[in-house]
């Protein structure tokens, strides 16, 4: 099983990789469909992660892509923060560990 990401920035990507997972830059809707195309064809890849600003911005290509199957889908935050805002990291630590920072 892989992990593959699926980024709207290199640094995103680079950053990622550092801890093993591969990926791609999708800057278009055709780069996108490529991507998933790909992903699709290799069997080992059993999660696609895909940055916030591509899901916002390519919901029906994604949800397309969900319903035909394969991989599972994850949205994960772009680079420049999350949409549920700074607060996210500090509920997760809250969550795994029960201490409040």
Do not use: C, H, W
Request: aromatic share 4%; no cysteine.
């Amino acid at each position: 099983m892989r992990f593959f990401l699926i980024s709207d920035n290199s640094d995103a990507m680079n950053g990622l990789r550092l801890a093993g997972i591969e990926g791609t830059v999708a800057r278009s809707e055709a780069d996108l469909r490529n991507a998933l195309k790909t992903a699709a064809a290799q069997p080992d890849i059993a999660v696609l992660l895909v940055t916030e600003k591509i899901a916002e911005t390519y919901t029906a290509v994604l949800d397309s892509a969900r319903a035909a199957g394969g991989p599972l889908l994850i949205t994960v935050p772009s680079t420049g923060g999350g949409a549920a805002g700074k607060d996210r990291l500090t509920r997760y630590i809250r969550e795994a560990i029960g201490v409040k920072i």
